[in-house]
């Protein structure tokens, strides 16, 4: 774990976060800084820095990353009406924390143009 890495930190209880999900291999809480009504960032408990770095032998942690996603749109409601799962990848993508982090956002239309 990286000593400075935000998210590793939560994960091992270092900061406070509001956790509204967790499988052995993931962590999911709500985004301090919510862009929809429901707005959960899910982790990997383990550091991987993005979807770019992910291996081969990651593949059973990524397909563990989407299913939590699908279970938190479940649980929070919002799954039947639809909802994003986004990752940021790099500086370019916007990805401001480095480590591998989906956006599961939901409870209002992303359609475009809204309305």
């Known amino acids: 774990m990286p000593d400075s890495c935000l998210f590793c930190r939560i994960v091992a209880g270092e900061i406070p976060a509001t956790i509204v ?3 052995p ?5 709500r985004d301090i800084n919510p862009r929809a009504p429901s707005h959960i960032l ?5 550091h991987v820095d993005s979807v770019a770095t992910l291996a ?3 593949e059973a942690l990524a397909g563990r990353l989407l299913l939590a996603a699908g279970e938190i749109a479940r649980q929070e409601g919002f799954a039947d009406q639809g ?3 986004i990752s940021n990848i790099g ?3 916007g ?3 480095s480590h591998l982090h989906l956006h599961v956002m939901g409870g209002r239309s992303f359609t475009w143009p809204p309305g």
């Open 42 to 46: 899910v982790i990997p408990r383990r």
């Open 21 to 23: 999900h967790e499988t």
């Open 56 to 58: 081969p032998a990651d």
């Open 25 to 29: 291999d993931t962590v999911a809480f």
């Open 95 to 97: 990805q401001t924390v």
């Open 91 to 93: 500086d370019w993508g």
């Open 83 to 85: 909802y994003r799962v």
